[in-house]
């Protein structure tokens, strides 16, 4: 009996390998491919909402913390707000999406699979901007949020959004890789899940790096007050800060995951003997 209880205390504290990792997440984005509609739109629209969390995260630390050189890496704590509720909520964030869909993909290139990828990224794209349009219209006239964190919304606003089109680009990239990390490494943990998030989040935010969802609450309280015209949210910032966050989650991170595992994979795919 003892010998049997310190072999499942060994084979618990085990380290998941590689190989297992992308066994985890495949399978999550196998299942998250062929769900309904209407599901990826409300958790999507869910995830949309509760990002503005990360913005109001921040500017309540901006607001109360005092005027000294650390002050700006605590400020950046009130990124992971918005990401913990969502991470652990399972809901849809197309950032996270930009690896979990793909792992499939690349294991079983097909035209069927690359629409069903296609078909998600859309949905959960529009669903995450959606809810992000809503909840910063929430933030300017419900009256709820008071006056000293609207301008310090403001602040934060003005400056996700106020970078040349080829520096958000590039800025989008770390935070792409960084979320895709989170999705890979989740699996691994037993128990730390929120000490990881919010250890990657705030590096995103510290980092000064762009998030499409994120700064898509940031976009829409320029919009609506009338402090951003339309072109320049769609051509300097969406447009930029969407293609770097894909190509670091997959571009980079996803067919990096991939290749450390394609020969494992390959010799013993899913679902063989």
């Known amino acids: 009996m ?3 209880k310190e072999e499942k205390a060994i084979q618990d504290a085990g380290r998941l390998t590689a190989r297992m990792i992308y066994e985890v ?7 998250e491919l062929h769900r309904r509609t209407a599901s990826l739109l ?4 869910s995830a949309g909402l509760l990002i503005s ?3 109001l995260g921040e500017a309540i630390f901006r607001t109360f ?3 000294a050189e650390w ?6 704590l009130g990124y992971s707000f918005g990401f913990l509720l969502i991470i652990l909520g399972r809901m849809q964030l197309f950032t996270e999406n930009t690896i979990t869909t793909i792992l499939p993909l690349v294991a079983t290139p097909d035209v069927s699979r690359l629409v069903l990828v296609l078909r998600l990224w859309g949905l959960v794209l529009a669903a995450n901007v959606a809810g992000a349009a809503v909840a910063s219209a929430f933030i300017l006239y419900s009256g709820t949020v008071a006056e000293p964190l609207l301008a310090a919304i403001f602040e934060l606003s003005h400056h996700a959004t106020g970078f040349p089109p080829g520096m958000a680009f590039l800025k989008a990239i770390p935070a792409g890789i960084l979320v895709a990390a989170i999705v890979w490494m989740i699996p691994a943990q037993q128990g730390n899940e929120v000490l990881l998030i919010v250890l990657i989040t705030w590096l995103i935010a510290a980092g000064d790096f762009t ?3 994120a700064g898509s609450v940031e976009m829409w309280v320029l919009l609506l007050s009338g402090d951003l015209a339309p072109g320049a ?5 969406f447009l930029p800060v969407l293609a770097g966050n894909v190509a670091g989650g997959t571009a980079i991170f996803a067919f990096l995951a991939w290749g450390q595992v394609k020969a494992e994979v390959e010799e013993n795919p899913p679902g063989g003997t």
Do not use: K, Q
């Open 211 to 213: 998030h499409i969802i």
């Open 233 to 237: 949210a769609a051509f300097e910032f």
């Open 53 to 55: 969390f990360s913005v």
């Open 2 to 4: 003892r010998e049997e």
């Open 25 to 31: 997440v495949r399978r999550d984005g196998e299942e």
């Open 65 to 67: 913390l005092p005027d």
């Open 42 to 45: 409300c958790s999507g629209m």
């Open 71 to 76: 002050a700006y890496l605590v400020e950046n």
